[in-house]
């Protein structure tokens, strides 16, 4: 089993930047998928970023090239850099795992955060 603990939400203007921690309870070293997801009201959850084992890593279009998601595996955390947010970026932000896997849709994931909020507005 393993908790994930989210944080560094908050809120901030159209244009600027977050990063998103993601403190695990064990080593991540062997985790295969390490994951971040957003909800905004009234939407589904959805994938943003995930990261394997391996180093390999891949974003949603929608973020690709203003998000980056990183892992430490020393510190058992896994991060999420955000920057030139938009306000359709606000939503709640969740870490999620899948520890057997190389998948990083939602219903793969095994582990979940509780989420930490995002809200970028002027």
């Known amino acids: 089993q393993v908790q994930l603990v989210e944080s560094g939400g908050g809120l901030v203007q159209p244009g600027g930047s977050l990063r998103l921690s993601c403190a695990a309870s064990r080593n991540i070293f062997s985790i295969n998928t390490m994951g971040w997801y957003r909800q905004a009201p009234g939407k589904e959850r959805e994938w943003v970023a995930h990261?394997?084992?391996?180093?390999?890593?891949n974003a949603a279009d929608s973020v690709k090239g203003r998000f980056t998601i990183s892992r430490d595996n020393l510190k058992n955390t896994v991060y999420l850099q955000m920057n030139s947010l938009k306000p359709e970026d606000t939503a709640v932000y969740y870490c999620a795992c899948a520890s057997g896997r190389y998948e990083w849709g939602p219903s793969a994931m095994d582990y979940w955060g509780q989420g930490t909020q995002v809200t970028v507005s002027s």
């Open positions: 990261i394997f084992s391996n180093g390999t890593r």
